[in-house]
């Protein structure tokens, strides 16, 4: 099936396309994707996304059967308990290990065979299907990063490349562009390089970065997917479950990550946009494209305090990832899509039946309270964010503009007592918004700043800032 992407919308969102938090609400997209085997995101039901990858072993020439070997078998294995569960629709996530970016050949090979699986299941029983394939941003490999240009680019261009010839429906990438500034400013709890990273760096890089991914896509009418700040975001929440930054640290990182990662809708994305980036919501709410989350069904790749309130505005309900270990009922695998299914059953029957505020509202209401992280993914929260970012000119205003709607969104719910937070997690927030006070304005000048304290960390030139 061609793909059937909806029509594109201007390059910059002026607004948000849900306005309402009320319509932002699982299963459901302004302008859902049509794309693959016969599969409709975002019209109207909630579908799995099974990520499933390899047990530990070793990626080279000499174990390349064993590796095909895994892939098959599962596919193979997948599907027949998706034809057992009575499943109608189902994404397949291929996410790329790097050897399989750097051997653009072999992610093509694993690309088609499990495009072969989908369409043997479409065939046999039915299964409405699209794969995704994500591959690895190699770019981190040269200190500092070379962004656009050298041979870790020309790899991830080939691969994605040799993935769509093979079969992809889906393109995506968790992409890195400012993690070598935002990795050490973290640990810093540096907020103006922070800040630099997310607001000035990252989407420089996303602009260049999506402009050939989309270019990419129309020529082989494969669908644009999204990008996630997996890399930022996500790395704060894991060290805020070890205790190692505060959970309102994490959660203003969060909301920064959403301008960023709203370029690559700007550049002609549609979604559905990728499984880990719980920037999502905000990005439904601007966009209108459908998205893809994870939560507890997640909890086989990592914890986290949002396993409930992300499946709130899911239009894909992903198990992140899990590799091919035996558990006491089969691989592991198959008991992630076991999960993944009986989730999406109480989705779509409740939306069938006209309850699905109502469960929307309970995943909400049982995650909100406890964490700041989960707190500004409210479908009141989101929407404000949404708002606030669109309000903004460029890239720049728009993040601080969502840094500092969510400073007061958190101050808000704490003084309402609708947030709970710890005497040392309330003090952390004084401090971030003492912080975020004393930001410049303008782009220029926190280059300056970070010019000076960063130096040699990353090359200006790979972010089109000159010398």
Not at 191 to 198: D, K, N
């Amino acid at each position: 099936m061609k793909s059937e992407l909806p029509t594109a919308t201007a390059a910059r969102f002026a607004r948000p396309a849900i306005a309402d938090p009320q319509e932002l609400i699982f299963g459901r997209a302004v302008r859902p994707v049509r794309c693959g085997l016969g599969l409709a995101v975002g019209a109207g039901e909630v579908y799995p996304e099974l990520n499933f990858t390899l047990p530990p072993m070793t990626i080279d020439a000499r174990s390349w059967p064993k590796v095909r070997q895994v892939y098959d078998r599962l596919a193979e294995a997948i599907l027949t308990r998706a034809r057992d569960l009575h499943l109608d629709g189902l994404v397949i996530e291929f996410e790329h290990l790097p050897p399989m970016t750097e051997c653009p050949e072999g992610g093509a090979e694993l690309t088609a065979l499990l495009k072969d699986h989908l369409r043997r299941a479409a065939d046999d029983f039915g299964l409405a299907a699209a794969l995704r394939v994500t591959i690895v941003d190699l770019r981190d490999h040269d200190k500092p990063p070379r962004r656009r240009g050298g041979s870790a680019w020309r790899r991830m261009l080939a691969s994605l490349e040799a993935c769509a010839q093979a079969g992809a429906d889906i393109l995506s990438i968790e992409s890195t562009g400012g993690k070598e500034i935002h990795d050490t400013a973290l640990t810093r709890a540096d907020v103006p390089a922070i800040v630099f990273a997310l607001g000035v760096l990252a989407p420089r890089d996303m602009q260049w970065l999506w402009s050939h991914i989309v270019e990419l896509a129309a020529r082989y009418e494969v669908v644009p997917g999204g990008d996630t700040a997996c890399g930022f975001a996500n790395t704060a929440m894991q060290l805020a479950h070890q205790h190692m930054l505060p959970d309102v640290l994490a959660a203003l990182v969060r909301a920064l990550s959403a301008p960023r990662t709203l370029v690559a809708h700007e550049c002609g994305a549609v979604g559905p946009s990728k499984d880990c980036a719980y920037e999502n919501p905000v990005i439904k709410a601007i966009t209108g494209c459908p998205v893809s989350m994870e939560g507890r069904s997640a909890a086989c790749a990592h914890f986290s305090p949002l396993g409930n309130i992300a499946a709130a505005m899911a239009d894909l309900w992903s198990n992140e990832s899990v590799p091919d270990v035996r558990l006491l009922s089969g691989p592991a695998p198959l008991a992630s899509l076991e999960t993944l299914v009986y989730d999406c059953r109480l989705f779509n029957t409740a939306g069938a039946r006209g309850q699905a505020r109502t469960l929307r509202d309970l995943h909400v209401l049982s995650d909100a309270a406890t964490s700041a992280q989960a707190y500004l993914m409210t479908p009141d929260a989101t929407i404000a964010l949404a708002r606030a970012i669109t309000a903004e000119p460029d890239r720049y205003r728009r993040t601080l503009a969502a840094g500092r709607c969510a400073l007061q969104l958190l101050a808000a719910g704490l003084a309402r007592g609708e947030l709970h937070l710890a005497a040392r997690e309330r003090r952390w927030l004084d401090r971030l918004r003492r912080d975020f006070d004393a930001l410049p304005d303008s782009e220029e000048s926190l280059r300056s700043q970070m010019e000076q304290r960063y130096r040699g960390a990353y090359d200006p030139r790979e972010y089109g800032m000159g010398a």
